[in-house]
């Protein structure tokens, strides 16, 4: 007699079906949310399928809606006294498990969809590293690039005049992400202190000087190198030492994840920016880099100028469809650009020139198509939720910090930081393996993540 129970088909089935649903009621448009949303809810097949509890209490359709969407608008006046009008959002997704938290996007690309891609990522990365944070994200179409400090700083002032209202450290706690670093951050945070006379662990990411924390700006990137390395071990695969890796992008991300590579002992040979790719076969010059892009907030064009024996890629000689960056023999690959940044033809490519393992600094930088292509040809895959993880949770230790009114050491963050990365990796490994996917670190910290938020959702109630 054939079963009746439920199979992981079925189970396929019906998250389809509130996929559509999601679609039609609430205006979902195929943009990088529907990606980052469709990939968790198939991911999350297993569970759906061994408790229907989560079935019962509508939790696919509830997490899918960010709690609010702030957005307003931010006027400014740049250095010829022209003025200016900026869009500027907060999406407060989730907060089950603690205050919203998550960075602020200043980038001309930022929008409603990629802010809730990002802050829906966000609900499930901060689960993975089981610290008391929920999920948002932030920030504003506003470039930075170009603009002087003054006009920064002005921006960063009325973009806070607002903010305000809705931020605090047990509300939601903002931070950096791309095109947010200390300088921004410390012109926002003064502003929140000038409006409410308080001080306190608002934002993170502060400058040293002013509540920051020891090792928060090193932690993306070196936590993205400790999980690689937990990954690679877990796995049975060789260490980083003495491997060539590859990485992309030159922000804070990149910069810190290719320090600690050579901490490690490997040898980190690229970096991209958005004009074009620095290939140095005796490992890049990262002092070089630090100056050029941090202190000049230079193009990396002029990095050949200085080391004439390495080789500039601009963009326009990218392969079709793909990067110049991931077409390079390589051990180790660590994409820390931005989203979609790495293609079926990167993937190809990469596995063409012996990549073992790619992990994901950026955030989403793999395309559903390149994931697929790596998982299948059994490369390691350190999916970003886990994988970066490292820098929101020095953010929390940096709250820690705040609100104890202490001040930890870099060793103790940094082996904090350490423990975590480790930790996450552990976890998601040995979820992967209970629900059946052994070796998938994607569906492991999608089901991993999903089930701590949605097991508090369920105990909460509506
Ligand atoms: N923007 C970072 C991220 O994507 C950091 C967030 C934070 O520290 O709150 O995780």
New binding site residues.
Partial sequence: MPSNKPTLEDAHKKIKEELNKLIESHRIEHDVFYQALEEVLFSIAPLYLADEKYAKHNIIRRLANPDRIIKFKVEWMNDKNEIRVNTGYRVQFNNSLGPY???LRFHPSVNEGILKFLGFE?IL?NALTGLPIGGGKGGSDFDPKGKSDFEVMKFCTSFMRELHKYIGPRMDVP???IGVGAREIGYLFAEYKRITTTFDGVL??KPLFFGGSLGRTEA?GYGVVYFTEAMLETEKKEGLEGKTCTVSGAGNVALYTIEKLYQQGAIPVTCTDSKGTIYDARGVDLEYLKDLKFNRRGSLEEYVSKHPEAIYIPVSEYPEGGHAVWNIETYAAFPCSTQNELTEIDAKNLIKNGCVSVTEGA?MPSTPEAMETLLTNKVCFGPAKAA?AG??AV?NFEMSQNASMLKWTFEEVDAKLKTTMYDICQNIADTAKEYGVEGNYVDGANIAGFKKVADVMIAEGI
């Fill in positions: 938290k998550g960075g966000q990365k931070a950096g992400d993170t990411g993306t955030n970066n820098g929101v953010s």
